[in-house]
Nanobody, 129 residues
Framework: QVQLQEAGGGSVQAGESLRLSCTVS????????AGWFRQVPGNKREGIAA???????TYSASVKGRFTVSQDNAKTSLYLQMDALKPADSAMYYC???????????????????????RGPGTQVTVSS
């Protein structure tokens, strides 16, 4: 069973930075693709940063150049460095792990109710202008 727990959210001013972290437990085969999605109430999930076990990354256009996803060598911690934050970045942020050889933003947007998709409870990020 894969378990994830996020930390590091909060309220900041536009232009500031935040670093989210996520502890991940469970077998490697259950989390071949990991990353972050965000969601605003009433909107669909938006996959923003994916990373596979080899460290290859994919970013959405909305965060590319500002956000950086990384993981430790043991693949037990996942990070999201968020720089130059904008009010449009305000959302609940979730770390997600998927048992999938395909690792892209769409993978992160899969229904968390699927048994091969695992996500944390989320952490709120609020950016004010």
């Amino acid at each position: 069973q894969v378990q994830l727990q996020e930390a590091g959210g909060g309220s900041v001013q536009a232009g500031e930075s935040l670093r989210l972290s996520c502890t991940v437990s469970g077998s490697i085969s259950s989390r071949q693709c990991a990353g972050w999605f965000r969601q605003v109430p009433g909107n669909k999930r938006e996959g923003i940063a994916a990373i596979d076990l080899d460290g290859s990354t994919t970013y959405s256009a909305s965060v590319k150049g500002r956000f950086t996803v990384s993981q430790d060598n043991a693949k037990t911690s996942l990070y999201l460095q968020m720089d130059a934050l904008k009010p449009a970045d305000s959302a609940m942020y979730y770390c997600v792990a998927v048992a999938s050889m395909v690792c892209g933003l769409g993978t992160l947007e899969l229904d968390p109710e699927l048994d091969f998709v695992h996500r944390g409870p989320g952490t709120q990020v609020t950016v004010s202008s």
